[in-house]
């Protein structure tokens, strides 16, 4: 079983940065595809950003293209979520995710990841 847990969120101004993290106590870890999802109020739950062992890479949804940067440190057993230039719109729930798995593309749905954290609030003011 891969345990999860998420850090870094908070209240921040529109424009400002924040960098989540997500670590695990399982040696596993390497061996997963990871991801970042978000949930709003009212909303389905969505993929920010999703990665993918057997060769498609990083990928960023398009409202986190040019603004969300992920890292991954397998050594400590971590991946993070640098977001900058946060806008209102950014305000959720952030969950990191994972599955042992190598796909050849990225996975963005949620049904397709097995292990969750329990999410970090994210709150942007105008």
């Known amino acids: 079983q891969v345990l999860l847990e998420e850090s870094g969120g908070g209240l921040v101004q529109a424009g400002d940065s924040l960098r989540l993290s997500c670590t695990t106590s399982?040696?596993?870890?390497?061996?997963?595809?990871v991801a970042w999802f978000r949930q709003a109020p009212g909303k389905e739950r969505e993929f920010v950003v999703t990665t993918s062992r057997g060769g498609g890479g990083i990928c960023y949804s398009d409202s986190a293209k040019g603004r969300f940067i992920f890292s991954r440190d397998n050594a400590k057993n971590a991946m993070y979520l640098q977001m900058n230039s946060l806008k209102p719109e950014d305000t959720a729930v952030y969950y990191c995710?994972?599955?042992?798995?190598?796909?050849?593309?990225?996975?963005?749905?949620?049904?397709?990841?097995?292990?969750w954290g329990q999410g970090t609030q994210v709150t942007v003011s105008s």
């Open positions: 995710a994972a599955r042992v798995s190598r796909s050849v593309v990225c996975m963005s749905k949620s049904d397709e990841y097995t292990y």
């Open positions: 399982r040696r596993t870890f390497g061996q997963t595809e």
